[in-house]
């Protein structure tokens, strides 16, 4: 069960920390929890000092009960060496491995100004000057992130990249074809290695403070690792991070804009085929975390509503994968409306039901919330949508999952899973025209119940 900290309790143990680094009296704090984070609690900050005057900041610290100590020292070490090497970084005010009223590992920082928000990054009037330029400038910024001296980083993880998503995926226990077929064109193909620097190891929007000039903050460095630099780059094209737009970087410009930038910085211009294979990474990487998350709470260790519909959006990685190898395979499709059995009941029927109340929670209940309520807005969108979804599922009937298992069976594999296991052993190979068509086509099944947008 997890841990919770009353308000006025976190807030005294804030301004404890800030007037002990200020040397100022503080008369009183207030904190408010914020969206964002890989598994950090965040908290915005306003402080008061005897004068009057309003002090701001932002506190980061692990859940109460689940702190990594070494881990939040790393990310503060990160801070400082990135700031020191120009990267712009919020100022670290403080840090611990608790403090009375935190109770958890922690960082205070001071508060930058800018936005973060994806959709309005992508669609608000106000960016649309520095959107012609975002892409060059989020290169130019990696690049100061990887001319960052890492001495100071030796704590910090320098695993094999590929070696350990492939474990995480084998504990999973849950054979997928689209990821082997990943696997094995990464190790296939993997160009040379580069000299280990400093990894974010999560660069895109939704970790970065934007205003109308550029980017004035990078955050979110808790991912942070030692290892290939073009990681990054490739992780920044990955089509979950366009937010619904086109442009390949971040959904805001060409991966040529993107190079020049870090060619600006650094001096040296990876190659279109380098960073594939790290775009094509980095998309089998968020599938298989994608799938590592859903399993906190399909394995009952953290029962959560965003963490279920997560387990419906692994097929969109899926289907990106097999895009970005350019293995999609195109088929019939089918036609054939589904037609329900007689039933016993009146209608509105189960998917006329499902659809008036997710049209009702998003277009009737969630506008009336107050303006504070941006939490319980986001889950009334999340339950909507697992309501499409189950609507769809139910309008598609048996058929596609009747006929992926005829094309299985036309391979001598009994599941997916098999299917899976012998593309890993060899016995079957994805040069096989059957083999594609059969990955492609339980992906696409899987898609067009969860996000049938997605395919268009």
Request: net charge negative; aromatic share 4%; charged share 25%.
């Amino acid at each position: 069960m997890a841990v919770t900290t009353p308000p006025e309790t976190l807030a005294d143990g804030v301004r404890a920390v800030l007037a002990a680094v200020t040397g100022t009296e503080l008369t009183g704090a207030e904190v408010r929890r914020l969206t964002g984070g890989a598994s950090r609690e965040i908290y915005a900050v306003r402080a008061t000092d005897s004068a009057g005057r309003e002090i701001s900041a932002v506190l980061r610290r692990d859940p109460p009960g689940r702190g990594e100590i070494d881990r939040m020292r790393a990310e503060v070490a990160c801070l400082r060496a990135a700031a020191a090497a120009g990267v712009p970084v919020p100022e670290v005010l403080a840090s611990g491995d608790t403090a009375p009223g935190i109770d958890a590992p922690y960082l205070v920082m001071n508060t930058v100004p800018g936005e973060a928000l994806p959709r309005r990054l992508l669609r608000d009037p106000h960016f649309a000057s520095v959107r012609t330029h975002l892409a060059e400038d989020f290169g130019y910024v990696l690049g100061l992130v990887h001319r960052t001296p890492v001495t100071t980083l030796t704590a910090l993880d320098d695993r094999d990249p590929l070696d350990a998503i492939e474990k995480t995926y084998r504990d999973l226990a849950e054979p997928r074809p689209a990821v082997e077929i990943g696997l094995r064109w990464l190790r296939d193909n993997r160009p040379p290695d580069r000299p280990a620097g400093l990894v974010h190891g999560d660069f895109r929007l939704g970790n970065l403070l934007i205003d109308a000039d550029g980017i004035r903050g990078v955050l979110d460095w808790e991912l942070a690792h030692l290892g290939n630099p073009i990681e990054d780059l490739g992780w920044l094209c990955v089509r979950a991070w366009r937010f619904g737009a086109t442009a390949p970087v971040g959904g805001l410009g060409t991966r040529d804009q993107l190079l020049d930038g870090y060619r600006r910085a650094t001096g040296g211009r990876p190659s279109a085929a380098e960073l594939h294979w790290w775009e094509v990474f980095g998309t089998l990487k968020w599938l298989v975390l994608s799938r590592f998350q859903a399993e906190r709470h399909l394995g009952g260790t953290e029962h959560s509503l965003e963490l279920a519909a997560i387990g419906r959006r692994v097929c969109e990685s899926e289907y990106d994968l097999l895009d970005v190898l350019g293995l999609l395979e195109t088929g019939p499709g089918d036609s054939t409306p589904h037609t329900s059995a007689p039933t016993v009941h009146d209608r509105p029927d189960l998917t006329e039901i499902l659809d008036i109340v997710a049209e009702t929670l998003t277009a009737e209940i969630s506008p009336a919330l107050p303006g504070d309520a941006g939490a319980q807005r986001y889950l009334l969108r999340i339950c909507a949508s697992l309501l499409q979804i189950g609507g769809r599922e139910l309008r598609a009937g048996s058929g596609p999952t009747e006929r992926l298992h005829e094309m299985l069976r036309a391979l001598d594999c009994p599941s997916e899973a098999t299917l899976a296991e012998r593309l890993r052993s060899g016995a079957l190979s994805v040069a096989d025209e059957r083999v594609r068509s059969t990955v492609t086509a339980a992906v696409e099944a899987r898609l067009q119940v969860a996000n049938p947008r997605r395919l268009g």
